[in-house]
């Protein structure tokens, strides 16, 4: 798919998140590729997918656009979505549409900022679109002087200093929307169709809803929460 396109396709609509870690009961490349095939039914306008192998099941399933990550946890450092140049150039060789990595401030495993790494990203991948997964307005804002193609809202929450934030955060999402010139790609705590609505009339490109479709685990921890 023509690069330039990619964004567009995806614009106003919703995106999927088909991931199941290895501790939970979903995982496994055979039920994400099912998955991804039932949110292309549903209507998905493109799939967020972690690992190879899996992204590699989705496609036998789906003609969507793809936003590729892989989870990697590594010593010293709490960035762990496409941590590192090896887990970028596994995703380009596998050719997903948009790569996301962490865009935080945190250092990453290699003892690097974000500063330090991306602009080196840049050059060695000129036409691959890339998206920017940040806690705070300043690191999208940044992420964008970088030259990432698009930033989310993917880490408010999962970084020291945005734990216990509310997501999603529509008084951020409209703010970067307003303020930062490249598509915000609203994600994290999605778990209503209000609340999607909500993020779209704050000013998202597009929206990544995950565990309120594909975790029923995390979904009936929900609900027995409500009942306690």
Not at 1 to 12: D, S, T
Not at 67 to 83: L, N, Y
Not at 153 to 168: A, E, F, Q, R, S
Request: charged share 25%.
């Amino acid at each position: 798919m023509n690069p330039n396109n990619v964004l567009e396709q995806m614009k106003g609509k919703l995106i999927v998140s088909c991931q199941a870690l290895p501790e939970e009961p979903l995982h496994s490349p055979f039920i994400m590729g099912r998955m991804a095939y039932a949110a292309m039914l549903g209507g998905a306008a493109g799939i967020r997918a972690n690992s190879v192998e899996d992204i590699k099941e989705i496609k036998k399933n789906v003609d969507l656009p793809i936003i590729g990550i892989i989870k990697r946890v590594m010593e010293g450092s709490d960035v762990f979505i496409t941590p590192t140049l090896e887990e970028i150039e596994l995703l380009y060789q596998e050719g997903v549409d948009i790569i996301a990595l962490d865009a935080t401030a945190r250092v990453r495993p290699v003892g690097k900022t974000i500063q330090e790494i991306f602009p080196l990203v840049r050059e060695k991948y000129p036409n691959q679109l890339f998206m920017a997964d940040c806690s705070t307005f300043e690191e999208a804002k940044l992420a964008y002087e970088l030259g990432f193609d698009c930033v989310g809202t993917t880490l408010i929450g999962y970084t020291d200093y945005t734990k216990g934030h509310h997501v999603p955060d529509l008084d951020l999402i409209e703010r970067m929307a307003k303020e930062i010139p490249v598509p915000v790609i609203a994600e994290g705590g999605i778990w209503s169709p209000d609340d999607l609505k909500a993020v779209f009339d704050h000013g998202a490109y597009t929206a990544v809803v995950g565990s309120a479709f594909t975790r029923p685990m995390e979904i009936t921890k929900r609900f027995i929460e409500a009942i306690r």
